[in-house]
């Protein structure tokens, strides 16, 4: 896509440099095009998409409040903070394998198909059955109280967790 100066330009698209993924949308209230370096081009649903690999838990945001709002029980709200978490995550096609190692040798596994039902587990160990979408370059699943959001942003693991308003944020770096 190519434009010259004062062409009208539409008010979203997307453009790359071939290591990193742009959005560029029309402010109304500024009335300037303000541009996202968003992802990896991987990570975009218009380009080839990728989430396979091993991710290592850097950081995390609102964890408290979310755990709370979730009802997580004591002894895992005080397991899972701070905690590096080891995500690894197998995809083929539509078709992922999403594994989470904690410390201590505890593991959990959920697997599924993008748009079929699958059986799953939260974070407090609880089984239920839930339909995986995707939907802008996003992995989305509703569990039972929060919907649930990853995607790869600039080569590391983003996933977002909300519930009621509150929002708990996780960022994994790529570890293999």
């Excluded at 160990?125 to 959001?149: C, I, Q």
Aim: hydrophobic share 35%.
């Amino acid at each position: 896509m190519t434009f010259s100066f004062g062409d009208e330009l539409p008010q979203e698209f997307y453009f790359s440099d071939n290591l990193l993924l742009f959005t560029a949308f029309k402010s109304h209230t500024l009335g300037i095009y303000i541009i996202l370096c968003c992802s990896a081009p991987q990570a975009h649903p218009k380009a080839a998409m990728a989430f396979s690999g091993k991710y290592e838990f850097e950081s995390d945001e609102n964890y408290d409040a979310f755990v709370q709002k979730i009802g997580l029980p004591g002894d895992k709200v005080e397991m899972g903070r701070n905690c590096k978490i080891v995500t690894e995550v197998l995809q083929n096609g539509n078709d992922f394998t999403w594994t989470q190692h904690f410390p201590g040798g505890r593991t959990t596994t959920n697997t599924f198909t993008v748009g079929k039902e699958a059986d799953m587990e939260t974070m407090g160990g609880k089984s239920f059955k839930a339909t995986v979408k995707m939907e802008d370059g996003k992995l989305v699943a509703d569990f039972p109280n929060y919907r649930h959001t990853s995607e790869i942003c600039g080569g590391k693991l983003v996933e977002i967790s909300t519930s009621s308003g509150v929002v708990y944020k996780r960022t994994s770096k790529k570890i293999a």
